[in-house]
């Protein structure tokens, strides 16, 4: 009837209000530390032995960041990237809130490499690592056995993890253990929830939404 048809159509539009704000970037759920900003981060991250380069070999969209390198550590950092000062906690609510990290990132070949996040406290006590930790860089938490030679997308529970401390920097660290044989990484980004969504995501609930309202 017309009653049922108007409130199916009220509840629809505003779900389709709060999706549309959240894909123009009205979205305090999440913070994208790397995605389709390479250039920025390259230009933030200017400490370390390492090569940083854009490539268009991408988990999602058009570019990644590549570090390769010789020699070295084979990395590039920044412990107090611009305007970092977010708060890792239990229940994040405030916009510089959050409590997991999602990261893409695969490496040509080689025996390991690590993703470093500096705080306070713990300075640079917070890593990730695939494959073999070679510079035995700890605390640091092994999220796969074997280094991903093809684009592996990883979620964290940084709170879980480390406990509560505040955010200030970042290293993308390659370990190239051979000619230049560097890491990727990509799609890097802060959120509250357990599960970031994407603009594909979002499209897709919404057309989930609209099969049941029509039931």
């Given amino acids: 009837?017309?009653?049922?048809?108007?409130?199916?159509?009220?509840?629809?539009?505003?779900?389709?209000?709060?999706?549309?704000?959240?894909?123009?970037?009205?979205?305090?759920?999440?913070?994208?530390?790397?995605?389709?900003?390479?250039?920025?981060?390259?230009?933030?991250?200017?400490?370390?032995?390492?090569?940083?380069?854009k490539v268009d070999d991408a988990y999602q969209g058009k570019e990644a960041l590549y570090i390769g390198g010789t020699g070295g550590d084979g990395q590039n950092f920044n412990p107090a990237m611009p305007g970092w000062n977010f708060k890792i906690t239990e229940t994040p609510s405030a916009d510089d809130e959050f409590r997991y990290i999602t990261f893409a990132w695969k490496k040509k070949s080689g025996t390991g490499f690590q993703l470093q996040l500096h705080g306070d406290p713990g300075t640079w006590g917070h890593r990730y690592h695939a494959g073999a930790n070679i510079k035995g860089w700890n605390p640091s938490i092994q999220v796969s056995e074997e280094v991903p030679t093809k684009w592996e997308k990883q979620t964290r529970d940084l709170f879980k993890d480390w406990e509560a401390f505040t955010l200030t920097g970042i290293a993308f660290t390659a370990w190239p253990d051979g000619d230049d044989n560097g890491g990727f990484w990509d799609y890097v980004i802060l959120h509250k929830d357990p599960e970031v969504q994407t603009a594909v995501e979002f499209k897709n609930r919404l057309t989930t939404k609209w099969a049941e309202l029509k039931k």
């Fill in 1 to 53: 009837n017309l009653r049922k048809t108007t409130l199916i159509l009220t509840v629809v539009l505003a779900f389709v209000l709060v999706q549309t704000l959240a894909l123009a970037g009205v979205d305090n759920s999440k913070f994208v530390i790397l995605d389709e900003n390479v250039d920025e981060v390259i230009k933030a991250i200017a400490s370390g032995s390492g090569t940083p380069e």
